[in-house]
């Protein structure tokens, strides 16, 4: 994933402001700047964590603490995921990726996260030969867009 990207997508959408729960300050009266609100975005979806980000990066790692602290919520994050969904869907372009126009057509795909401690959901699994125990989280994409289900 390129910063690039994400400029242009957040130029063409601006997802970064998502209506009706943007991605606001929880409690802080100052709005981040949209760099470190990307970065952040991409540390947590490379899996990398704030502390290496700060590393490769410009950004201090307390701003990016504070801006996932206050930032990165449920609500905001779908709110901005929905937006960018529906403007893939509203794309002119879009029809002509659908396999069939009467029937959408899907599949699941599953990404396994280990955990620190032992829960009711985790479990081991042969697929990663019985080793380290975690939870699955399933996408379903459906004419290559993730739905919410």
Do not use: C
């Not at 930032?71 to 893939?88: C, G, H, P, T, V």
């Amino acid at each position: 994933m390129s910063p690039d990207v994400l400029r242009f997508v957040n130029a063409q959408w601006r997802f970064l402001l998502a209506a009706p729960t943007p991605l606001q300050p929880r409690y802080a009266k100052e709005v981040t700047d949209a760099d470190s609100l990307m970065a952040d975005i991409m540390a947590q979806a490379m899996k990398r964590g704030n502390q290496v980000m700060a590393r490769t990066s410009e950004i201090p790692f307390h701003v990016l603490e504070a801006t996932y602290q206050q930032y990165l919520r449920q609500a905001s994050l779908q709110a901005a995921i929905d937006r960018i969904r529906n403007a893939i869907a509203a794309l002119p372009l879009f029809p002509h990726y659908l396999f069939d126009l009467d029937t959408l057509y899907g599949g699941v795909d599953g990404q396994k996260f280990g955990i620190e401690r032992s829960t009711v959901k985790a479990r081991s699994s042969q697929e990663y030969s019985g080793r380290d125990k975690g939870v699955v989280a399933y996408t379903l994409p459906s004419n290559h867009v993730p739905l919410h289900v």
